[in-house]
């Protein structure tokens, strides 16, 4: 604490001697020493405290701490796991795909042109994706039910050879329907 050599506690002797006087220096310098000692005590015991708490803060953190890495342990873990089973899953549709493409292939070869079945349905096809239907299809229905609005005007000229559209009028009058004639 004090760096106090053996002249300096030489002269305070001294001192304390000469102020004091032979009597009392005794009685003194026991109460001094008892101040001394109950000093160091209660310093001892504020050190001793203090440590006690770092320990036990010390003791804490490493406690947190090995805590910390424990789940962070067990999320590595699980993370690994659901990593491995996802990779799993991943290999198994693979190989279901590649089991699948072998077996059966995804398009089938397109028959040739001249293939009179294939003519047929390419001509469905056209007709169902709204294409025109050709003038033998039109002339093998009757007018009536390709047009069902439309109304034949009953007066046809022989000399008029291009279909005209007149206007004719419904009962109703929010509806306008228009007439061709052939």
Do not use: C
């Amino acid at each position: 604490m004090f760096d106090v050599g053996l002249m300096e506690m030489l002269v305070i002797g001294v001192v304390a001697l000469i102020v004091l006087g032979p009597e009392r220096l005794p009685k003194a310098a026991r109460k001094l020493g008892f101040y001394v000692r109950k000093a160091r005590q209660s310093w001892h015991s504020v050190r001793a405290e203090f440590e006690r708490e770092l320990a036990t803060e010390e003791l804490k953190r490493s406690v947190k701490a090995s805590e910390l890495t424990q789940s962070l342990q067990e999320a590595k873990q699980a993370l690994q796991e659901s990593v491995s089973d996802v990779r799993d899953e991943f290999k198994q549709g693979e190989a279901a795909l590649r089991a699948a493409a072998q077996a059966k292939p995804l398009l089938e070869p397109m028959p040739l042109e001249t293939d009179p079945e294939w003519d047929s349905v390419r001509s469905d096809a056209r007709r169902q994706i709204g294409r025109a239907p050709s003038e033998a299809e039109l002339a093998a229905q009757p007018v009536e039910a390709l047009l069902p609005e439309i109304v034949v005007a009953s007066n046809v000229d022989a000399a008029q050879t291009t279909p005209s559209i007149q206007e004719v009028t419904d009962p109703s009058p929010s509806v306008t329907k228009q007439a061709a004639t052939p």
